[in-house]
């Protein structure tokens, strides 16, 4: 694995040339790759040029990195990341954050659309994700352990950065939003959940629930990353509401919010210290 990262993050750096480090690295989820397009002097890298990188199957999903500047930091962005469910295994969902660890990149914002399961949700709100839920019964790190990447036994307590939600709920302040702070529980999709799930998910402490987000997480923590992340709460989960849910409803709300939630990372990312 090593290797393959070395690969492909020495076909990076070539297409970069020089330019200083990299302050952030964003993941962007579905309908919100429009993002990357308010990134400045963008170097774009489709991922089908990148060695050994996974391909994105999903429609909606460009498939690049776009790195550039943003709000005077220097961001490099995915337009559009790698799921479990496409039947990649873990390590290779997680190989874009093993690339950034070896740019040396040391904060992870995550986004990503997800269903409502906290009755108080509305579609549209956007979530401060405090904590995970791992529900997938995988995990990115199993198997022999790269002592280079991190440790054996990492510490996930803290995987979502205290000071990174702080500045998250006074950027939200500043705009006038009232951002929603919770739990995530990672499925592994594709199949939505059925209405008894998310009733567990529910007892279980989740607040919403998607198909992302959790294993780039868990890599970040492994590679001792800071970490930031925003749900969109495109819909409410399963049995919520006597209606059925799809993919399309999905798209339609990140449609509608993308430009609240585009101001708001914007000015997190702005907001953020080197040492955050
Ligand atoms: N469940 C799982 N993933 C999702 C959902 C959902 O309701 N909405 C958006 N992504």
Redesign the pocket.
Known sequence: MANKVENATNYIKARLGQGGPIDVALIL??GLGIMAEEIENPVVIPYDEIPHFPQSTVEGHKGQFVIGELQGKRVMAMQGRVHFYEGYPMAQVTFPVRIFQALGIKTLFLT??????NVDYLPGDLMIIKDHINFAFDNPLMGPNEETLGPRFPDTSRTYSKSLIKIARSSGKHLGMALKEGVYLF?T?PT??TPAE?RMARILGAD?????TVPEAIAAAHSGMKVMGISL??????GILDQP?S?A??VETADRVKQAFIQLVKLIVERMEGND
């Open positions: 989820g579905s990503n659309a997800a269903g409502g399961v499925n999709g939505y959940e998310i919403a629930v998607g198909m992302s709460i495109t819909n409410m989960a399963a849910l993919h409803e999905v």
